[in-house]
């Protein structure tokens, strides 16, 4: 299979971008970057470049909103039992730490439920919600980051003498529920809100109950002040890899500015500790450090360690967690790894690079809770929409699906539905459930639909190069600095990648790392030279001469030194 990269330049209007950067003072590669990002007027950039809480948009423009408010106020008014139903990803476990904290502040009488992966399945099902009221007893039970399709759990629910409030975020595959309220962004003209994580839709939900308050002037209520809690939104958006634009960039902005403070919960900072995420917060510590620890909880067991860690206050309690959180994270690598093998000697005596456009594996005994990383890291490494299905002893079996950019796969999903038991997620990540017996069938269907799409399409993976520099000169700490201003960076929002032609090498190439997995180069280009990282490049061939580097500029701090160095993307030898 060939793995090198498609190099594909951004398509920049230069003229606009130097217009842009003398208006703004800024350096010319910022403005290529912006302007290829679509912002050509200096009021849009300054926008981006200052995210303001200022700008968050009125929570009840949301559909849904008023009546989910009305009933949560009544229920917060009466005493009702409330309980907060969950999921068992970073993104649903920092929705009902959110929920339940502010709920509390405000007088309620809340408990929290997450569901476990092996024994209730995802989402809320009717499984998961009769235990849910097995634990808590509730009249009012609000659901984050699920529960828009899950007509059959609410359905019984109402047969209880239960009401369900619905919050969530993902795509309507199916009927909508008979909720109370379903505020989902996703059902209705809501613009760039429908880009919300759930975590995003909980923080809107708790604006909307504090704003009304206020407007009915409830002096007997506490103050709520939802700053406190934007850490918490910060990593749940970012782990669900939602675009971070519009508000989703506000919020996790100004929360990755919270938790760089210190302005976090003793929860969060054991967590911190045991990752080894010191200073500053950017989104790598959010989505590879943080959140995988919050995960590991969910996939291997109950989610319920790591929702304690982020509402404890007791800071003893919180240590003992974070490294229960971080003792699981290491065995999910171990069991992910196995799978992964697994995974690779299964496709690679079917996998046809000319005719296999829909990849499919499953194997009995695969743990559920790390198929949906395992699907990642297929789709990574083949490009291509990926499934992974774990089947029980009985051949039932339940799958993680990763796509890419050209296939949707909640519609790729639904053209497979006649041999699906149930699916559901969004375009790019999504789940599914089947026999073991339709797994023939759903593999040709699912090649099918995927070659459908990508037939005729070069798919080696794409490196995007957001602009061409003169030379190394211009990858400055001027450029660095003002880049600083663009974060948060992640989906959506990439770390620019640079290019450099005709740059050559200067001494010789060093493998670095335990098993010289990594190179390292000092590279040389009008007049200026740098240091350069190429991570898991250890086997790649410098080229003798000139050659075009892609790399994002960086800093490295060593020994209580700090410079710019370049992280490298790719190289090729300078056409002549």
């Known amino acids: ?330 065995d999910r690598k171990s069991i992910e790894n196995s799978i992964l093998e697994e995974a690779i000697a299964d496709l690679g005596q079917e996998f046809d690079e000319s005719s296999s456009y829909g990849l499919c594996v499953g194997r009995e005994g695969w743990d559920i809770g790390v198929v949906g990383i395992v699907a990642s890291r297929l789709c990574r490494r083949y490009n291509r929409p990926s499934v992974v299905i774990a089947f029980d002893e009985k051949g039932d079996g339940r799958g993680s699906c990763r796509s890419i950019q050209d296939v949707d796969l909640v519609e790729v999903l639904k053209g497979c539905s006649d041999v699906l038991e149930t699916y559901g997620g969004h375009s790019m990540a999504a789940g599914l459930a089947l026999t073991k017996d339709s797994l023939g069938e759903f593999k040709a269907v699912f090649n099918r639909l995927c070659a459908e799409r990508l037939q005729g399409t070069d798919l080696r993976p794409v490196q995007n190069v957001d602009a061409w520099l003169k030379n190394l000169g211009e990858a400055d700490s001027n450029l660095y600095s003002s880049l600083e201003k663009m974060r948060p960076f992640g989906c959506g929002n990439p770390s620019p990648v640079w290019g450099v032609r005709h740059v050559t090498c200067v001494g010789q190439p060093r493998r670095v790392g335990a098993d010289g997995d990594h190179l390292k180069l000092t590279l040389a280009s009008g007049g200026t030279q740098m240091d350069a990282i190429g991570f898991r490049m250890g086997d790649m061939q410098v080229p003798e001469g000139a050659m075009d580097v892609l790399f994002e500029l960086d800093e490295n701090s060593f020994r209580g030194s700090v410079s710019l160095q370049m992280k490298l993307k790719d190289f090729r030898a300078s056409a002549s």
């Open 1 to 330: 299979m060939d793995h090198r990269l498609q190099w594909r330049t951004v398509d920049v209007n230069e003229g606009e971008a130097q217009w842009l950067a003398e208006k703004l003072g800024i350096p010319r590669p910022l403005a290529m970057v912006l302007q290829g990002r679509g912002f050509s007027e200096p009021g849009t950039v300054e926008d981006f470049l200052l995210p303001r809480l200022s700008k968050l948009s009125d929570p009840f423009l949301l559909p849904g909103m008023a009546d989910a408010v009305t009933r949560i106020h009544d229920a917060l008014h009466a005493g009702e039992k409330v309980a907060v139903f969950g999921d068992y990803d970073a993104d649903g476990v920092t929705s009902t730490a959110l929920l339940v904290s502010v709920l509390r502040r405000l007088g309620g009488n809340v408990g929290a439920f997450l569901p476990q992966r092996s024994r209730d399945g995802y989402g809320l099902t009717p499984g998961a919600l009769g235990h849910c009221v097995e634990d808590h007893g509730p009249s009012l039970i609000i659901s984050v980051d699920c529960g828009t399709t899950s007509v059959e759990a609410i359905e019984a629910a109402s047969k209880l003498g239960v009401d369900v409030v619905v919050t969530d975020h993902h795509k309507i595959s199916h009927d909508v529920a008979p909720a109370v309220a379903v505020v989902n962004p996703k059902l209705g003209e809501s613009g760039e809100l429908a880009l919300l994580a759930g975590v995003g839709v909980t923080f809107k939900l708790c604006h909307a109950l504090i704003k009304r308050d206020l407007e009915e002037g409830s002096a007997e209520k506490p103050r709520v002040d939802l700053r406190e809690y934007l850490g918490l939104v910060a990593i749940g958006t970012v782990c669900d890899i939602v675009p971070l634009s519009g508000e989703n960039r506000i919020l996790v902005h100004h929360g990755m500015k919270q938790l760089s403070m210190g302005h976090s919960s003793v929860g969060i900072e054991a967590l911190r500790k045991v990752a080894g995420s010191k200073g500053k917060i950017h989104s790598y510590h959010l989505g590879f450090l943080l959140g995988p620890r919050l995960n590991a909880a969910g996939r291997l067991g109950s989610a319920m360690p790591a929702l304690e860690l982020l509402t404890t206050t007791d800071s003893g309690r919180a240590g003992e967690l974070a490294r229960e959180l971080d003792a699981a994270n290491t």
